[in-house]
Every structure is written in structure tokens, then in C-alpha cells.
């Protein structure tokens, strides 16, 4: 294989092509049009004169020329060579450091990163984009690696009780009576739901998510969630207020993903607030948009596990939320679903003990291109 000229073999190069051709130019001028040039003067200042002292001058004239011009190809030469030696330098350290940290990431290490190189905005930008990207990556290694740690765990518990009955049924130790196939199926249950869940994030997150949409009504669909909801806020006790302020435009939306979506922020509000608490759903306009907005009165969430509340099997409280029954993907398929409608989720708190409030923005159903011009009753 052979092997390609580096990067000093060719800035060498380079200027000594420019050079050769300036002096080759210089060359040209100096001695086709040097010598008429002395011919015309000498006429001009002294007269005619004789053919051997115009000989004599114009060899004067040429052997000047050619002395100046190989020193000035020396010079020339010697500066070209030294300016790509250290430009080279100047700009191999930065490129090998940049080729020594893609090997790193490029074998797993996404911790690499490069410093400021001084060298110009451009190599900066390249820099800037380097460490960006490995930003990323190494956030989304750490997401990978958990996500890959929750999901083993979420499946070892149903995976691990689904064992033990067919075990237990195999030994005779269970018989196959209601009981069992009641936990199989609840296990099983899980299971599909988990599997799902995560299927529906990742098809939403990569804009894969076929949604049917049409132009509702809000109040229709804040009806439609509380009503799937309530008789759980019935049997823990907790009190379920919905309020919808007269002239909330209509949304267009799939109607059974955002009812999915409230009825995930209601189900994880009902979770989080005590018998004797209130969840309150309510829906208002907002520009020509919409928001809708599930409040609580429960535990609240602290101000550092805010920023986190949606990502994938995020738990401010592990322990217990796993005992609640959560799989820690119900907001994240909320803000997907959200974001999948062009709209935005947020959540706030003052603290624990304090509540926690959930906002959904939705656009209106005029702002989407293909209803733009056109009459779409609500």
C-alpha cells in the first residue's frame, strides 16, 4: 500500500509551488523585458550607442539579475520551508490530539475531551463540536447503561414470581386454582405493559409515531381522563376537581394518546397524594393555544430531582415507588406523546410536601400546515 505524503510533505510543497511560480514570473519579466526596457533608456539618456557597449550593459544587466534572482530563490526557498515547518507544527499538535481523542471515544471511552487550541475560530468550532458531541455520547451511555440496569430490573421481579409458581406447580407445591392464574396473568400483564411502554417511547422519540388526529373540543378530552380515573380517586379517597375556563380553543390532537397522557399524569398525582388530598385537572387558554394542567396536593418533588422527573425509570424514590406499582416510564411516555403533538410538558414544585404541578401546551389546531387555509370544525 502506499503511503500518502503528510501533512508537512505537502504545506512544503505547496510553497514551494508558489514560490517557483512567482519566481519563474519574476524570471520572465526580469529577462524578456529587463533587456529592452535597458535598451530604450540608454537611447533616451545618451543616444545611440555602440553595438559591443549595448552588449556589454545589457550582460551587466542579465548577470545582476540572475545573481539577485538565485539569491532570491534561495531566500525564498529557505523562508518557504521554515513557515511549513511551523505552521505544521502549530497545526499537527491540535490534529493529533483531535485523532487521538476520536480513537478514545471511538473505543468506548466517551470521557475524552480537547482544550483550546489558539489557533483560529475555525479549529475552535471544530473543537466545540468535538466536545458537544462527546457530551452527548457520554450522556447517552450513561442513559443506555441505566436504562439497560432498570429494565433487567423491572423484568426480574415479574420474571422472577412467574418462576416460582411454574416451579411451585411443577413440584405440586401449587395447585392451578384461580390464585395462580390471577398472579400469572397480573405478572404477565406487567410484562406486555413494560414491553410496550418502552416500544412507544422509542417510536415516539424517533418521530415514528402514526397519530390520528382531529380537531377536539379540550374540555372533551379532560372529561374523558377524569372520567377513566375516577373510580380510582373514589377508593383511595382523594378528590378529583376539574375545571375548564369558558373559550379554551379546540386542540388538534389523537384523542386516546392525550387522554393516555393525562390519564398518566392523574394516575402518577393520585399515586403521590395521601386520602384526604385533591388532584385538580384543569384546562385554560393560553394565547391562541391551549394548557392543560394537573395539580396535586401530595409529597412534592425536591428542586434536584425536578430536572430529571422525565427521564426513562427516573425515581425521586425508588423504593417505594416500586412497591406503588410504578415503572418509572409513565412521564417519559407523556412528554413523547406531547412533544410527538408539537407541544411542550413542564413540571414545577416548591418542595416536598408541597405538591407538584404538571403543565401541557398545545398549539393551536390552525398552526399545523396541512389545517392551515382550510375549515376544520371542532
Not at 478514545?104 to 482544550?115: C, I, P, Q, S, W
Amino acid at each position: 500500500m502506499i503511503r500518502r505524503p503528510g501533512l508537512a510533505t505537502r504545506l512544503v510543497v505547496a510553497q514551494l509551488l508558489v514560490v517557483l511560480a512567482g519566481l519563474a514570473t519574476l524570471a520572465v519579466v526580469a529577462f524578456a523585458v529587463g533587456p529592452p526596457l535597458l535598451r530604450r533608456h540608454l537611447r533616451s539618456a545618451v543616444g545611440a550607442v555602440s553595438p559591443q557597449l549595448s552588449r556589454h550593459l545589457e550582460d551587466a544587466f542579465l548577470a545582476a539579475g540572475g545573481i539577485a534572482l538565485g539569491i532570491g530563490i534561495a531566500a525564498f526557498l529557505a523562508a518557504a520551508v521554515t513557515a511549513a515547518v511551523l505552521i505544521t507544527r502549530r497545526l499537527s499538535r491540535p490534529v493529533d490530539a483531535l485523532a487521538d481523542a476520536a480513537r478514545r471515544v471511538a473505543a468506548g471511552d466517551y470521557t475524552a475531551r480537547l482544550g483550546p487550541t489558539f489557533i483560529g475560530p475555525e479549529f475552535e468550532a471544530l473543537t466545540s463540536a468535538f466536545n458537544t458531541m462527546a457530551d452527548a455520547l457520554e450522556s447517552t451511555e450513561r442513559t443506555r447503561r441505566r436504562l439497560l440496569g432498570d429494565v433487567a430490573h423491572e423484568l426480574r421481579t415479574p420474571l422472577a414470581t412467574i418462576e416460582a409458581y411454574l416451579e411451585g406447580l411443577a413440584d405440586g407445591v401449587r395447585t392451578l386454582d384461580e390464585h395462580t392464574l390471577d398472579v400469572l396473568g397480573v405478572q404477565t400483564a406487567r410484562l406486555h405493559r413494560l414491553v410496550e411502554d418502552i416500544s412507544l417511547v422509542s417510536r415516539a422519540e424517533e418521530h415514528q409515531l402514526v397519530l390520528a388526529r382531529a380537531t377536539l373540543p379540550t374540555a372533551r378530552l379532560v372529561d374523558a381522563a377524569a372520567a377513566a380515573v375516577r373510580p380510582g380517586f373514589q377508593t383511595k379517597g382523594v378528590d378529583l376537581c376539574v375545571m375548564v375556563t369558558p373559550g379554551t380553543p379546540a386542540v388538534d390532537v389523537d384523542r386516546d394518546r392525550l387522554v393516555q397522557v393525562l390519564v398518566n399524569l392523574l394516575t402518577n398525582a393520585l399515586r403521590h397524594t395521601p386520602a384526604g388530598g385533591m388532584v385538580t385537572l384543569a384546562a385554560e387558554p393560553a394565547g391562541r393555544g391551549a394548557v392543560i394542567s394537573v395539580a396535586d396536593t401530595g409529597e412534592g418533588i425536591a428542586a434536584e430531582h425536578l430536572p430529571h422527573v422525565f427521564e426513562r425509570f427516573y425515581r425521586a424514590d425508588t423504593a417505594r415507588d416500586r412497591e406503588r406499582g410504578g415503572s418509572g416510564i409513565g412521564l417519559t411516555i407523556a412528554r413523547a406523546l406531547v412533544q410527538a403533538h408539537g407541544g411542550t410538558i413542564t413540571v414545577s414544585s416548591e418542595g416536598l410536601g408541597r405538591g407538584a404541578l404538571f403543565r401541557i401546551s398545545l398549539p393551536p389546531a390552525s398552526d399545523r400546515p396541512d389545517l392551515q387555509g382550510s375549515n376544520v370544525g371542532a
